[in-house]
């Protein structure tokens, strides 16, 4: 099994910056990619950032230019925000997907809000 913790979220005003955290644990072998999604209230999960196994990362148009994502040694990944928007204001969840088994596992999710 894979657990997933994410940390880090929080109110904050516009224009301010939060950095979100996922640790993973458990039975990991190989990763085949991580990344961090969102859910508005009455709105799909949609993907905000992803990272492979060799490092490439991708941004929603959204995220591009305000959010950064990266890995440490321990397969810990960050979500750098800044300039936040109230639109930005959502659940964050990271993902994982496995290398060999592309099995897929989410946190439990950290929510972010922006506002005055």
């Known amino acids: 099994q894979v657990q997933l913790v994410e940390s880090g979220g929080g109110l904050v005003q516009p224009g301010g910056s939060l950095r979100l955290s996922c640790a993973a644990s458990g039975s990991i072998f190989g990763i085949y990619s991580q990344a961090w999604y969102r859910q508005a209230p009455g709105n799909q999960r949609e993907v905000v950032a992803s990272?492979?196994?060799?490092?490439?990362t991708n941004y929603a148009d959204s995220a591009q230019g305000r959010f950064t994502i990266s890995r440490d040694n321990n397969n810990t990944i960050y979500l750098q925000m800044n300039s936040l928007k109230p639109e930005d204001t959502a659940v964050y969840y990271c993902?994982?997907?496995?290398?060999?088994?592309?099995?897929?596992?989410w946190g439990q999710g950290t929510q972010v809000t922006v506002s005055s």
């Open positions: 993902h994982m997907i496995l290398r060999f088994s592309k099995t897929g596992y």
């Open positions: 990272i492979l196994s060799d490092g490439n």
